[in-house]
């Protein structure tokens, strides 16, 4: 299917996709979601809530400049060395993981059309105790040598997100309270301290250092997280699950000319809708439509009121580049005051726009033997019901279904 | 269901083996060595879990009923510790870690956490459900991380990675060899 992009304000075509129940076995059981979600506490009051269960997206505020604070602890493990650097002077070195950070925030700030700008960070700070990387401290900080108990066989590095699912919610040591539904209390991003065979080069240390994973490329990566995404299912995109291979990095480095050279159109377009700019007049572009089954006896059951492919992966292909502008986890509406509707809807947004811009979409129905939630979503990511929260309000009750049978697609135009 | 049964044989030579399974937080895994780094290998039934501040973080203690132990000793019941989880109205999310909700059946590799209780090792690379065909009663078992269709531009195709509706026995049969090439016993 063609959908040619054209005028300079939003447009939306719907799409219908209809599904043959046939077997594909390339189908695959997709799990790719590109932002995370949180649904409102609903036992609260309507000033807590903000008076919807409709799943809001999880992200900082970006409101205020230098609302994101940012620490990186200095501590590094001496037994063994696991941050490798050209420098090997201990001044050199810090200075040299220091402007690795800095390039790798840069990658998500240098994007176009979104809030999320240089002036959106505070000043980058330095720390030295041994447990800075905390999640009650409200400071979203980097450790590379910070042993935590979470890490086990093959963990390289991980990122810890709080956030907040009521509105002026704090965190243990106190800080400011959140300010919406989904807001980013902290974001702490570990790496792995203590394994001799394990290491992370700068750039620089990275050509005499082939066997260590690139510094960079994974940091950028989990400070992609550490912004509200989740992973992505495209190939090549900076929130892809797999990281390069020892020695490689993901995409191209930056440069001053195009600080965010390292992600893809997919991880640009994902921001764009976690940090809307209000004067992005390029990318204004929206697809949307819903994955149905041809026979709708394929539909589950069990939870009622499924009409429609959950989940599914919609992939925007832009047909002057070849390259994939945006790929989203779909299969759910959600109109205030919620609860989601797991209706096959998909909406591709903030695309960008022109009289020769064309989009492709490709789906891909999820037909993964096991329940979605068990792999993917937090179990209070799109739905929360009385078995996760007693006492939750009915109205407001929701329950994520297990994925469906196998299908092979077949897409047709729209109404 | 037969083409269907023929399709997946022909596929299988592909599935056998875990392919070049690299979560972003994650090293590369092969069956041999989450065999070879994990404390015990079993099959479980979550029986419940909890979620709880301590030492700065947000954990999640999910108790298993084990169901057959494939390697290592291990009580009739286990806590499995795991960051991330949702305490009153603040959620700690940690990508890669994988989740597990009452009466879910998985095969997992474990690994004693220095915290107390087990840790799974490579998080979604050491978990593989158990789904049961309704029909048939046929159990297979998936990788939680092979969850991800991954999208090709050049080839404009999705494909799937990973352990994917393996049967049981035969997922049992490779689990047990790599164990035994560990040099570990095996009950």
């Known amino acids: 299917m063609n959908a040619n992009r054209r005028g300079k304000y939003r447009n939306t075509i719907s799409v219908g996709i209809a599904f043959l129940f046939l077997l594909q076995v390339t189908a695959a059981y997709t799990g790719a979601y590109d932002l995370g979600t949180t649904v409102a506490d609903m036992t609260q009051a309507a000033s807590a809530s903000g008076g919807t269960s409709c799943p809001q997206l999880t992200r900082f505020d970006v409101s205020t400049p230098g609302n994101i604070n940012r620490l990186w602890s200095t501590l590094l493990n001496t037994g063994p060395i696991t941050i490798l650097t050209a420098d090997q002077d201990p001044d050199g070195q810090l200075d040299e993981i220091e402007a690795v950070i800095e390039q790798s925030l840069s990658v998500w700030t240098g994007v176009s059309g979104t809030l999320l700008q240089p002036s959106a960070l505070g000043a980058l700070q330095r720390g030295d105790t041994t447990t800075v990387c905390d999640s009650t401290d409200g400071l979203n900080t980097i450790c590379f040598g910070q042993n935590d108990p979470g890490f086990t066989l093959g963990v390289l590095a991980f990122t810890v997100v709080v956030s907040a699912d009521t509105i002026g919610e704090q965190l243990p040591s106190g800080g400011a309270p959140s300010t919406f539904v989904g807001e980013i209390l902290d974001a702490d991003t570990l790496f792995l301290p203590s394994n001799p065979n394990t290491t992370f080069a700068t750039p620089a240390a990275l050509p005499s250092n082939p066997n260590s994973y690139d510094l960079e490329s994974i940091l950028t990566h989990e400070l992609g997280h550490s912004f509200g995404f989740n992973h992505s299912g495209v190939w090549g995109a900076m929130m892809f699950p797999f990281a390069p291979a020892p020695g490689q990095f993901t995409g191209s480095r930056p440069t001053a000319q195009s600080p965010d050279a390292p992600l893809s159109d997919d991880d640009r377009t994902g921001l764009r809708v976690l940090y809307p700019g209000p004067t992005d007049s390029a990318h204004i572009g929206a697809i949307s439509g819903s994955v149905l089954p041809a026979n709708p006896l394929a539909l589950p059951i069990s939870p009622a009121g499924v009409t429609g492919i959950f989940p599914a992966q919609v992939v925007a292909l832009d047909n002057a580049t070849g390259k994939v502008t945006a790929a989203v986890m779909a299969g759910w509406s959600c109109g205030d005051p919620g609860p989601a509707q797991f209706d096959g809807t998909f909406s591709l947004q903030h695309l960008l726009v022109g009289t020769s811009r064309s989009y492709q979409i490709y789906a891909e129905p999820l037909d993964g033997p096991v329940v979605l939630g068990n792999v993917i979503y937090n179990l209070t990511s799109l739905c929360r019901n009385s078995a996760t929260d007693p006492g939750w309000p009915a109205q407001y009750a929701c329950t994520v279904p297990p994925s469906a049978a196998p299908f092979s697609s077949r897409i047709r135009a729209g109404p | ?187």
């Open chain 2, 1 to 187: 269901m037969r083409i269907r049964k023929r399709l997946i044989l022909s596929l299988l030579p592909a599935l056998l083996f875990l392919p070049a399974v690299r979560a972003t937080t994650l090293a590369r895994l092969s069956l041999d060595q989450l065999a070879a780094g994990s404390d015990a290998v079993a099959r479980v039934r979550c029986a419940g879990g909890e979620s709880h501040w301590e030492n700065g973080s947000i954990w999640t203690v999910t108790t298993f009923d084990v169901v057959e132990t494939i390697k290592g000793s291990l009580p009739r019941q286990i806590a499995v510790r795991l960051p991330g989880g949702r305490v009153g109205h603040l959620t700690a999310a940690v990508d890669g870690t994988p989740k597990f909700y009452p009466g879910a059946e998985a095969v997992v590799f474990l690994e004693r956490s220095r915290a107390g209780g087990f840790t799974v090792a490579g998080w979604v690379e050491g978990t593989f459900r158990i789904s049961r065909d309704t029909r048939t009663g046929n159990e297979t078992v998936t990788q939680d991380s092979s969850a991800f269709a991954v999208f090709d531009a050049a080839t404009r195709t999705f494909r799937a990675e990973g352990i994917r509706r393996m049967p049981i026995e035969e997922f049992r049969a490779r689990v047990a060899a790599a164990v035994a090439r560990s040099g570990e016993k095996t009950r």
